[in-house]
């Protein structure tokens, strides 16, 4: 059996990390409810005297990109070999 051979170098999952992903998508509903938010009739009736859209969009965009820190941080790494 021969040894496979390795590069020395790791391999991350990079963009096809779901933590990635995740957050690019909550980012992006971020963004978007927080300019409906700052731009839309808040509806303050509706909703108790909070503008809903745009808390909820900041809350995402925070959210969003505690994911995208995450997957940064600490990258998935994946095996150059498999049994």
């Known amino acids: 059996m021969s040894s496979p051979r390795t590069s020395g170098r790791q391999h991350t999952a990079g963009a096809l990390d779901i933590r990635n992903i995740i957050g690019g998508l909550l980012g992006t509903y971020g963004v978007i409810l927080t ?7 808040p509806e303050t009736d509706k909703t108790g005297g909070v503008n809903a ?3 909820a969009g900041l809350a995402l ?3 969003g990109v505690g994911f995208l820190v995450w997957a940064r941080l600490r990258p998935v790494v ?3 070999t498999t049994d």
């Open 61 to 63: 965009l925070v959210v």
């Open 35 to 41: 300019i409906t938010g700052l731009v839309a009739d």
């Open 53 to 55: 859209n745009l808390w």
């Open 78 to 80: 994946v095996p150059e």
